[in-house]
C-alpha cells in the first residue's frame, strides 16, 4: 500500500471486508483497509474522523472490528459511516489477540470524543472499566459524536497511552483522592441534568484548568442534593389490581399470573395467601391453584356486580367465607370499645336542600351482591393509604382504657385548668453599650457630623432657655430649607428604591433568551477561574500552582473572546431594546474588570524562583 | 392581613422626641420643628375625616401623651388662628411640649445631672402600640396604623433590648415604624431597623445640607397603607444590617446569636457574655456555626444568625 508522507505502520491484521480479504493497517495518521495486492486503501478513516468502535463478543464465533467514523466529506453530525471488518484467520484465540494487538496501537492515535466520561474517568483516578465499548453515554458533553470508551484491553492503558498523545486529555487534573463509582455517577446525573453547569465544567474541568475535585469541592450541595434523589425508592403501585384476561382466537381465556402479579393478589386478598400456603404445592400445583382461583366465584364475585358468576370451588368458597365472616360479624364492633361521644358534626354534611343527601345506597339489604366489591375497594384504598404511612397495618386500639382515656381526654377543658406558674428567669445583661458598638461599626456613624461632636457638653439651663415654643404657627416657613434640593433628593432616593423593589427590572431590558445564557455563561466562566485563580495566589507558590495559575490566565482570554462575541452580536441583534448592545456592555463590564485585575495580580506576582 | 382599601381610616401615632440637648445643638430650632410637624399632621387630619391621631412626646425623663388630651388639661389662653378642626391637636400639642419642656427643665437643674442626647425612645414606642391596640379594639372599621417618630437624639445603648421587643411587637400588630430623624448626628442605627424591619420609611432631614423638614415629612410620610401599595416611597435604599461581634467587634457575615439577649459571637461560647446563659450544646465543641439543641426553658441556645433571621430580622445579613 502507498503510504502518505512520514507515515509509519503500527500494525497489520489480516481481515475480510466486504468479502474480500486484505489487510487493516493502523499507521500513525490513519486506520486503513487495503486489499491484498491493491495499492490504494479501499477506505480509510482519519484518526481526526474517528467516532467509535466496537467488538464482537468474547462468546461469539467470528472476531470482528466495527468502526463507526465522520464522513469527512459531510458535515458534523451527519450520518457516521460504518465499517466491519472480520478476522480471516480460522483460529479465533489468534485471531481475538491479534485483534487486541491493533486495538492496543489504536488506541495510541484516536482522539477522545468522549470528554465527559473520559475526563469523569481520568480525573478521578477511574479506568473506563467497561467491557463493551460502546459505553452508555455518561452525560450531555458526551453527545458530541458518540462514546469511544475504549475496549476492555485498551481501557487500561488508555490513561497513560493517550496522555502522552492527547494534549486535551492528559490536562485533565487527577484529583488526590480519587472519587467512588458512586460518585462517578452521581456527578454524571448532575451534569446531564444541568445543561447549563456541563457547560462550565467543560470550560473548566475538561480544559484542564481546575481539577475534577476542585470543581466539585464548592458544588457538593448539588451532589448531595442528588445523592439523596438517587436513594429515594419508588413505593408500590396505587393502582387497582385489575387481571384482564387475554381472549384467544379459540375464544378462550388466558390470565397472566407472574409473581409480580401474584404477590399483588396476596396483598389484595389475604384470604388467598393463607388458601395458597395450605393447598399448594402439596395438595394442587401452582398452576392449578391459580386456574381455580379465576374460575372461582370469590374472584368473580368482586370484579361484577353479579355475585352468582364464577363456578364454586372448594378452597376459595371457604375463602368465601371467612371473608364474610370478617366482615359480618358484627362483634366487630363491641359496644364496649366505643367511646361513648357523640359526634355531632357527623351529619353536618347532610343538607337535603342543596343536594348534599344523606347516602342511602349503604342500606345492608339493597346490595347484598355488591358488598364484595365494596369490600375490595375499601381494603385496597386501606392498603394504598398505609403504603403512604409507610407503617404495618395498625390494629385499632381495642382496649377499654383507651376508650376511657379518650372520653377524659374530650371532657377536660383546658380554660378551666389552673394554669402552672412559667419558668422565667431574669435577664440580666451585663454590659447594654455592647448592642450600640455592634450596630454602629465602631462609631462610624456618629462621627459623620463633627460639628455637633466638637460642641462639647452644654450648660444644662442654656439649654433650656433656648428653647421655646411659639404658639404663631402661621408664620412664615420661607428660609427653612431648599425645597428644589429636598425634591431632587427624595426623588433619587425613591427611584433607588424602585430600582430594586421592581421584581423584573432585567425583564424590563428585553434581553433576548440567548444573549442572556451567554452573559449568565460568561459570568459563570469568569466567576469560576478567578475564584480558583485568587485561590492559588492566596496559597504559598510554588512552581506546580504557578504553572496553573498561568493557564488559567490564558483561559482568560476565551472568555474575553466570548463577552466581545456577546457584545458584538447583542449590537447586531433587533430587540425591543434600543440601547441592547450598551446594556449587554454594562452587564459584562464587571466580569471583564475583574478579570483584567486577576490577570494583572498574578502577572505582578511573577514567577516562583524554582519555576524560572 | 387584608390589602388596605382606599376608604379606609389611618391611625398615626406621632412620637416626639424632645430632647433638649439635642434639640439645642440642632440647626433646625425646635420651635420651627415643631411648627412645621403640626402643619404635617393638620395635612393628616384633613385627607380624611375619618384618621384618627395620636402625640406622644418624649423627653429622658419622661413621656407624655399630648394629644388626645385629658379634659380640662388644655389652657384656653392661646389662640392659634386654624381651621376649626385642628385647634384641638394643635393647641393640645404646642402647650403640652411647652409644660413638657418646663417640667424636663426643672427636673434636670433638681438633678444637676448632664442633660444627655440619648433619647429614649421604647417608651414611646410601646405607648404607642398601646394606643393602637386600644384604638383598634374599640372599633369595628379598618383602621390602619402606623408610628411615625421624629428623633433627634442619639441611640441609647441601654434601651436596645426593650426597643427591639417593641419593634417586632410593632411588626407582629402590622403596625408601620416611619422614622424622620430631624436633628442628632448622624443616623440613628436602631430607628433604621425599626423602619426596615416594620416596613416603614426612614429619612433624615439634614437641615444643615438645606433640607426642608415640612417637604419631607408631606412627600415622605403622609402616604397611607393604601396609597403605599402604589408608591415607591424614598428611603431604606441602603440600611447597612451587618453587625460586629460583641467579642472582638469584627465584622461577621455568620457568627452565633443569643438566643435570649441577641448578642452576637463570631465564636461559640458556653456562657454568653452579655447575659450569663448557659447554653445547652450537645455533642461538646462546635466548630463551627450550627444549630443546636432545644431551648429547655432554663437554658439558652445558641443559634446561628441566619437562623436568627429567619425568625427575626435583627442582628445581620449580607448586603
Not at chain 1, 464522513?71 to 478476522?87: M, Y
Request: hydrophobic share 40%; aromatic share 6%; glycine share 6%.
Amino acid at each position: 500500500m502507498l503510504l502518505i508522507p512520514g507515515e509509519v505502520i503500527h500494525h497489520s491484521s489480516e481481515t475480510v471486508y466486504n468479502r474480500d480479504d486484505g489487510k487493516l493497517l493502523v499507521t500513525n495518521k490513519r486506520l486503513a483497509w487495503c486489499r491484498n495486492g491493491a495499492e490504494r486503501p479501499t477506505c480509510e478513516v482519519l484518526f481526526e474522523n474517528f467516532l467509535t468502535q466496537q467488538v464482537s463478543t468474547a462468546a461469539s464465533k467470528k472476531v470482528r472490528l466495527r468502526i463507526s467514523a465522520q464522513n469527512p466529506e459531510s458535515a458534523t453530525g451527519s450520518e457516521p459511516i460504518v465499517l466491519t471488518f472480520n478476522w480471516s484467520n480460522p483460529n479465533s484465540v489468534a485471531a481475538k489477540a491479534d485483534r487486541e494487538e491493533l486495538l492496543a496501537a489504536l488506541a495510541m492515535f484516536t482522539p477522545r470524543r468522549s470528554q465527559a466520561s473520559g475526563a469523569a474517568a481520568a480525573g478521578t483516578g477511574q479506568s473506563v472499566g467497561a467491557t463493551s465499548a460502546n459505553a452508555a453515554p455518561a452525560g450531555p458533553s458526551a453527545r458530541p459524536q458518540g462514546v469511544n470508551a475504549g475496549t476492555s484491553s485498551n481501557a487500561a492503558a488508555g490513561g497513560s497511552l493517550t496522555s502522552q498523545n492527547n494534549t486535551k486529555f492528559s490536562s485533565v487534573k487527577i484529583g488526590r483522592i480519587p472519587a467512588s463509582a458512586e460518585e462517578i455517577k452521581i456527578r454524571q446525573e448532575v451534569l446531564s441534568k444541568n445543561e447549563d453547569l456541563s457547560k462550565l465544567h467543560n470550560t473548566l474541568v475538561i480544559a484542564g484548568l481546575i481539577s475534577e475535585d476542585e470543581f466539585w469541592s464548592t458544588r457538593k450541595n448539588i451532589l448531595e442534593t442528588q445523592a439523596i434523589q438517587m436513594q429515594l425508592r419508588k413505593g408500590s403501585s396505587s393502582t387497582w389490581l385489575d387481571l384482564a384476561p387475554n381472549t384467544q382466537t379459540s375464544g378462550d381465556f388466558r390470565y397472566t399470573i407472574t409473581p409480580n402479579v401474584a404477590r399483588r393478589i396476596f396483598t389484595e386478598f389475604p384470604q388467598v395467601k393463607k388458601a395458597y400456603i395450605a393447598n399448594v404445592p402439596h395438595k394442587v400445583a401452582e398452576k392449578e391453584f391459580w386456574k381455580r382461583f379465576v374460575t372461582s366465584q370469590f374472584f368473580n364475585r368482586g370484579r361484577t356486580a353479579d355475585g352468582s358468576r364464577g363456578s364454586r370451588d372448594t378452597i376459595f368458597d371457604e375463602c368465601t367465607l371467612e371473608e364474610d365472616a370478617v366482615f359480618g360479624n358484627t362483634n366487630r364492633y363491641d359496644l364496649a370499645y366505643l367511646t361513648g361521644l357523640l359526634d355531632l358534626t357527623r351529619t353536618q354534611e347532610d343538607s337535603i336542600e342543596t343536594g348534599n343527601a344523606p347516602d342511602f345506597t349503604m342500606r345492608p339489604s339493597l346490595v347484598d351482591n355488591k358488598l364484595p366489591l365494596f369490600r375490595r375497594f375499601n381494603h385496597h384504598s386501606e392498603l394504598v393509604l398505609q403504603s403512604v404511612l409507610n407503617s404495618k397495618r395498625k390494629h385499632i386500639e381495642i382496649e377499654h382504657t383507651a376508650a376511657d382515656r379518650a372520653l377524659r381526654d374530650a371532657t377536660i377543658l383546658e380554660d378551666l385548668e389552673i394554669p402552672e406558674p412559667e419558668k422565667k428567669i431574669k435577664l440580666s445583661i451585663q454590659d447594654r453599650s455592647r448592642y450600640f458598638t455592634s450596630m454602629s461599626k465602631g462609631g462610624s456613624d456618629s462621627q459623620a457630623d463633627p460639628d455637633m461632636q466638637d460642641a462639647g457638653p452644654m450648660d444644662i439651663d442654656s439649654v433650656h432657655t433656648a428653647l421655646k415654643v411659639s404658639f404663631n404657627i402661621s408664620r412664615s416657613i420661607e428660609g427653612y430649607g431648599d425645597t428644589q434640593k429636598t425634591i431632587a433628593n427624595l426623588s433619587r432616593s425613591a427611584q433607588l428604591v424602585g430600582l430594586q423593589k421592581r421584581p423584573n427590572r432585567i425583564k424590563e431590558l428585553n434581553i433576548p433568551d440567548e444573549l442572556m445564557k451567554a452573559i449568565a455563561e460568561c459570568h459563570g466562566a469568569g466567576t469560576e477561574m478567578l475564584r480558583h485563580l485568587w485561590l492559588l495566589m492566596r496559597l504559598p507558590s510554588t512552581p506546580e500552582r504557578w504553572q496553573r495559575g498561568e493557564k488559567i490566565v490564558t483561559a482568560f482570554s476565551n472568555v474575553q473572546q466570548r463577552i466581545r462575541e456577546t457584545i458584538a452580536k447583542a449590537n447586531t441583534m433587533e430587540s425591543k431594546n434600543p440601547k441592547l448592545g450598551s446594556t449587554v456592555e454594562k452587564m459584562l463590564q464587571p466580569i471583564t474588570e475583574s478579570l483584567d485585575t486577576g490577570k494583572k495580580a498574578f502577572a505582578g506576582r511573577g514567577k516562583p524562583k524554582s519555576a524560572r | 392581613m387584608s390589602e388596605a382599601l382606599e376608604s379606609d381610616a389611618s391611625l398615626l401615632v406621632v412620637v416626639l422626641d424632645i430632647n433638649a440637648s439635642a434639640w439645642a445643638r440642632s440647626p433646625l430650632a425646635l420651635d420651627d420643628a415643631l411648627q412645621q410637624t403640626i402643619i404635617f399632621i393638620n395635612a393628616y387630619l384633613a385627607l380624611k375625616p375619618s384618621n384618627q391621631l395620636v402625640v406622644l412626646a418624649s423627653t429622658r425623663s419622661e413621656c407624655r401623651t399630648l394629644y388626645p388630651a385629658e379634659p380640662g388639661s388644655i389652657s384656653d389662653g392661646e389662640d392659634i388662628r386654624v381651621y376649626e378642626q385642628f385647634r384641638a391637636a394643635d393647641i393640645a400639642i404646642l402647650s403640652g411640649v411647652r409644660a413638657l419642656l418646663s417640667s424636663a427643665s426643672a427636673a434636670a437643674s433638681r438633678a444637676q445631672t448632664e442633660d444627655s442626647e440619648h433619647s429614649l425612645i421604647s417608651r414611646a414606642l410601646s405607648k404607642a402600640l398601646c394606643h393602637i391596640n386600644q384604638m383598634r379594639s374599640s372599633t369595628l372599621d379598618a383602621v390602619w396604623p402606623r408610628v411615625l417618630v421624629l428623633s433627634a437624639g442619639v441611640d441609647a445603648a441601654a434601651e436596645y433590648i426593650s426597643l427591639m421587643n417593641g419593634i417586632f411587637a410593632a411588626q407582629r400588630m402590622g403596625v408601620l415604624i416611619d422614622v424622620c430623624k430631624v436633628a442628632g448626628a448622624g443616623d440613628s442605627v436602631f430607628l433604621q431597623q425599626a423602619a426596615e424591619i416594620s416596613g416603614g420609611v426612614y429619612l433624615r432631614v439634614d437641615a444643615r445640607a438645606g433640607w426642608s423638614l415640612l417637604q419631607t415629612l408631606l412627600f415622605g410620610f403622609l402616604a397611607d397603607h393604601y396609597t403605599r401599595q402604589v408608591l415607591y416611597l424614598p428611603g431604606n435604599e441602603r440600611t447597612d444590617f451587618r453587625a460586629t461581634c460583641f467579642c472582638h467587634k469584627r465584622i461577621v457575615d455568620i457568627g452565633f446569636v443569643c438566643s435570649v439577649c441577641l448578642s452576637i459571637f463570631c465564636r461559640m461560647t458556653p456562657v454568653c457574655s452579655t447575659c450569663h446563659t448557659k447554653f445547652a450544646v450537645r455533642g461538646g465543641r462546635v466548630e463551627r456555626p450550627a444549630a443546636n439543641g432545644a431551648n429547655n426553658g432554663t437554658q439558652g441556645t445558641a443559634r446561628t444568625i441566619s437562623q436568627q433571621l429567619s425568625t427575626a430580622s435583627t442582628t445581620s445579613t449580607l448586603v
